[in-house]
């Protein structure tokens, strides 16, 4: 399915007063208080957000799933996908593709589509936390830590074979979580588990092309239950120092036990020079993968006001940084859901840029905390949805994504076509 550009339009008719009553509001607002709209504006319309090839469909937990209609199943399919999130909010302009989930047959037919559909390709992801059919030796327990030489071998080559992949497409990256681990106190050797995983990593780490990034992502537990060899952002920095410079370290925010300080992690990452990138979902009690900004959109401003405070000009586009959704959206329409996190993080990221950073800097040394607060909390109170939809409207968007989506019946049209 296709979106054409008078559905676009005849929705945007329908709203574009009552936008630009917000719109300008707004803006005369901010102008007062020192703000440059243009320039927020530009900022949102650059900053894309990653669709992992993975979040098309409905999740499920290990107790069940409950698949919805007229999901995509070839990976052409949920490129389709991404390509009509891209249509409606002009900011899911990426992929992020998953070795072997979404291997495809033809690598250049699929890099033409995405150029058809303006849609480039960020990190590659591998996988070796799973067993596939036909695979020579398990991972039951464990891939780059594992204690056999062999089964190490298969999970290193299995990473050169995404990078190939993923050359082809024209990705930079390449993440690598594993669900390495231990269930049970003793049954492991910390240390040489550790010194495996680097030596896994360093074959890898040689192999990566001159303008590519690999990143560690750390997880506390899962399937691990008593220790993961990644589990927090220390161990995932050592091996980024140990490894070198185009080794980075990837926040995926659902990987941090209960009440984690995340955007102090963020800040002491980009600090050394060793932020990668983000998955980003919510969560209330550890990796629940719930829709970006339905729980803590606090916790995920505090972040992006670290990132705004540390990358140059604060411009996201241009950090290098990987920006990925990884949510699973159990029970709700998978583009609906994308549609609703990519909202939540450009609103996080625009409600950043209008800090008063000087004013912040005055209170901070002069330990003026009810000041900080001030400040802090008046840009996140500020509602700037306006110019999210200003942005969009810019680009050719739809003012109001969710409406759009179900006033043209999109799922609907998918499961016909698709059943
Ligand atoms: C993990 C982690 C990885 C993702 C897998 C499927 O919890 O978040 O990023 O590849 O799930
Ligand atoms: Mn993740
Ligand atoms: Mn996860």
Known sequence: MLIN????DSHNAKHEKSHLKRFEAISSILSDEGVHVKDILEKLKSYQIAIPSWALSTGGTRFGRFPGLGEPVTFEQKMEDIGLLHAINRSSGAVSMHIPWDTPKDVKAVKQMADALGI?????????????????LTYKFGSLCNTDAAIRQQAIDHNLEVIEIGKQVGSKS??????????????QHQRKAFERTLDGLKSIYKELPEDWFVFTEHKPFEPAFYATVIQDWGTSLLLAQKLGPKAKCLVDLGHHL????????VSRLIMEGKLGGFHFNDSKYADDDLTVGSLRPYQLYLI???????????????????????ASHNTKDPLEDLLQSVEAIKIAYA????????????????????KAQ?????????????LLAEARLQLGGAINPVEFYRENHVRAVLARQRG
């Open 351 to 370: 409600a950043a840029l209008i800090i008063d950073r000087k004013e912040l800097e005055l209170a901070q040394d002069t330990n003026d905390a009810v």
């Open 258 to 265: 209960p009440n984690c300080n995340i955007e102090q992690v």
């Open 5 to 8: 550009k008078s559905q676009i």
């Open 304 to 326: 992006f006001n670290e990132l705004v405070d540390g990358v140059p000009g604060g411009d996201l586009s241009k950090s290098g940084f990987g920006w990925m959704i990884d």
């Open 374 to 386: 001030e400040i802090m909390q008046h840009a996140f109170r500020t509602d700037l949805r306006p």
């Open 174 to 187: 390449l993440t690598v979580w594993l669900a390495d681990g231990a269930n049970f106190p003793g049954q």
């Open 120 to 136: 480039q390709f960020d990190a590659m992801n591998s996988n070796t936390f799973q067993d596939q059919p036909n695979q020579k």
